[in-house]
Nanobody, 119 residues
Framework: QVQLVESGGGLVQPGGSLRLSCSDSGSVFRGANVGWYRQAPGNQRELVAAITTNEGTNYADTVKGRFTISRENGKNTIYLQMNSLKPEDTAVYYC?????????????WGRGTQVTVSS
């Protein structure tokens, strides 16, 4: 069973940077559309950034110019580089992968990693 594992979260001061990583145990990232989502307390889960199999990317307006999503296929890893962090970026960040194989649509989530931006 494919599992996604996020890492790299933590406590950072406003204006600081973090790099989140998401690794997959089943080498599915190469053929999957992958996204980073986040959920703050009391809020719905929202898309932060996504990258397609063709390396197309899209970002939430709130993070454009500050966050960058990338993939490293050789390591089955997706990254989210987060710069100029703001307190409102505080949330649990989740990795999501979606792909189709043999006519079945797969949609799997990691368990999340906490990001806290505070002075």
């Amino acid at each position: 069973q494919v599992q996604l594992v996020e890492s790299g979260g933590g406590l950072v001061q406003p204006g600081g940077s973090l790099r989140l990583s998401c690794s997959d145990s089943g080498s599915v990232f190469r053929g999957a559309n992958v996204g980073w989502y986040r959920q703050a307390p009391g809020n719905q889960r929202e898309l932060v950034a996504a990258i397609t199999t063709n390396e197309g990317t899209n970002y939430a307006d709130t993070v454009k110019g500050r966050f960058t999503i990338s993939r490293e296929n050789g390591k089955n890893t997706i990254y989210l580089q987060m710069n100029s962090l703001k307190p409102e970026d505080t949330a649990v960040y989740y990795c999501n992968a979606r792909w189709t194989a043999l006519g079945y649509d797969y949609n799997i989530w990691g368990r999340g990693t906490q990001v806290t931006v505070s002075s």
